[in-house]
């Protein structure tokens, strides 16, 4: 899943990789504890008293997300091995992510990465089994250790269903691609073989719900349309990867340089005069000559209007000092990939020092849709 990591909180490195949590982990967080404090834990030591069932709980629960950094470290730690830079580790909602910086370069590899993640909840699930069994009711750990052995094993066993963006799809992927010795056919089929997953999900939740399971029918329903959001993503962000590479910026960059407006431009008249005068869109803003920032219309149009009059065009640019910056030569996917990272829309192409003009999403967009219909 490409993306920013805006909102997300940094709480470590590992080997130099970035752990975050998703501030949404902290719902989770609540309700896990919630559960286990006063159903499960009750249930297994009706004599604990509220403080011990609440720590207990809490303990429990931040031990089944030390459970799913683990698994996301034992992807990490692979994905390395075989040449694959991890970005960053995040702990979402519904369990982890390990944002790769590129795909494993052979099937084999690909297997290997994928096939780790289920492999160490399994080993998970066997250490709080041997824990459980070890130690049983010392400390009034066994009913937490007992559905820490399990929810490991469920974890290894959800991400096994054969479709993105699971391990399993993932696995999938790569047995296709390396009997067809085609890595797309692989990731076609295992976005597909996602995309069934999902809608499964959607149908089993939904058949929950209209038989009385009202809240585990929903929870399914909501996975289901998460994973089948992230399975079309991927399947088309492999295939727009493959139609990227091998064009230059300087192909697809308009050849009319954006106009330049002077960083006093009121707003109110840049409104009148260049966007609804001459339905122009992104701007170059120049202060003593000189290129300073860049301006689009999203930026106008997130100012309220009655500020229109009091705020200049310097007022709401994004400064170029701020933005990465690519050149001419430099391929269209590293372009892609830098406007996606730092969600731009649009992004400066410098020709050497001198600032050739700005490459759009619009650009990007229709340079897709022409390559689409010629066929390529
Ligand atoms: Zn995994």
């Keep these: 899943m490409m993306g920013s990591n805006n909102g997300n909180i940094t709480i470590g490195h590992v080997w130099g990789i970035p752990i975050q949590i998703n501030p949404s982990l902290f719902v989770i967080l609540a309700i896990l504890t919630w559960t286990l404090a006063t159903s499960l834990l009750p249930e297994a030591y009706p004599e604990l008293n509220t403080t011990s069932l609440w720590l207990t709980g809490l303990l429990t629960a931040i031990l089944f997300f030390a459970s799913i950094l683990f698994h996301e470290l034992a992807h990490a730690l692979i994905a390395r091995r075989n040449g694959v830079p991890v970005v960053s580790i995040t702990l979402y909602i519904f369990g982890g ?77 790569s047995i296709v691609w390396g009997i067809t010795g085609k890595q797309e056919t692989g990731v076609r089929v295992a976005g597909t073989a996602g995309q069934i997953v999902a809608y499964a999900l959607i149908a089993w939740g939904a058949w929950n719900v209209f038989n009385g399971n009202l809240v585990g029918g929903i929870w399914s329903v909501m996975i289901g349309f998460i994973l089948h959001n992230a399975a079309t993503a991927e399947k088309r962000a492999f295939i727009q990867q493959g139609q990227l590479s091998g064009t230059r910026v300087s192909q697809v960059m308009g050849n009319v340089r954006e106009p330049e407006i002077p960083a006093g431009l009121m707003l109110q008249d840049l409104v009148e005069q260049h966007i609804l005068g001459r339905g122009q869109g992104s701007f170059i803003v120049v202060a003593a000559g000189n290129p300073v920032g860049v301006l689009s219309l999203r930026d106008v149009s997130q100012v309220p209007r009655a500020d229109w009059p009091l705020m200049t065009a310097g007022d709401v640019m994004t400064p170029l000092v701020d933005l990465p910056r690519v050149e001419l030569n430099d391929e269209l996917l590293t372009a892609v990939q830098l406007m996606d990272a730092n969600q731009l829309l649009q992004l400066p192409v410098f020709d050497g020092s001198r600032l050739a003009g700005l490459l759009t999403r619009d650009e990007v967009i229709h340079h897709l849709r022409v390559r689409s219909e010629v066929g390529s």
């Design 97 to 173: 992510i390990a944002q790769l910086g590129g795909k494993p370069k052979s099937p084999g590899a690909e297997f290997a990465v994928a096939a780790i993640g289920p492999a160490s909840s399994v080993l998970l699930a066997g250490v709080f089994w041997g824990l459980n069994q070890l130690f049983g009711d010392r400390g009034y750990f066994g009913a937490s250790t007992q559905w820490l052995a399990y929810i490991n094993l469920i974890l290894a066993i959800f991400n096994l269903a054969p479709g993105y963006p699971l391990d399993g799809g993932r696995i999938l992927e």
